[in-house]
Nanobody, 123 residues
């Protein structure tokens, strides 16, 4: 399995930007589909974005489309989530996830997870 560590979370005002990073180790990063998810206490984990191993395919939740960009640097074994025009409803713990065999938006289909990073957007 691959190990994942998120960073880059913090507090920002509405309209601001943050860039989350997901550093990986343990296996060949370029083999993995990478996803970003978020979760608010008391709610299910929510899909945000996914990127294929080659970066040729990306897919976004409607709620973030046009504001967030997922990317990856296979040479650095790191995935990113650039978040612009942040809204209070984007407040959540953000998790990155990895899977060897699926390009999916469903949390249950990802085999490895980080511990998350908190993003707080104030109005």
């Amino acid at each position: 399995q691959v190990q994942l560590v998120e960073s880059g979370g913090g507090s920002v005002q509405a309209g601001g930007s943050l860039r989350l990073s997901c550093a990986t180790s343990g296996r060949t990063f370029s083999e993995y589909t990478m996803g970003w998810f978020r979760q608010v206490p008391g709610k299910e984990r929510e899909f945000v974005a996914v990127i294929s191993w080659s970066a040729f395919r990306t897919y976004y939740a409607d709620s973030v489309k046009g504001r967030f960009t997922i990317s990856r640097d296979n040479a650095k074994s790191t995935a990113y989530l650039q978040m612009n025009s942040l809204k209070p409803e984007d407040t959540a713990v953000y998790y990155c996830a990895a899977d060897l065999s699926r390009y999916s938006k469903y949390p249950a289909e990802f085999e490895s997870w980080g511990r998350g990073t908190q993003v707080t957007v104030s109005s």
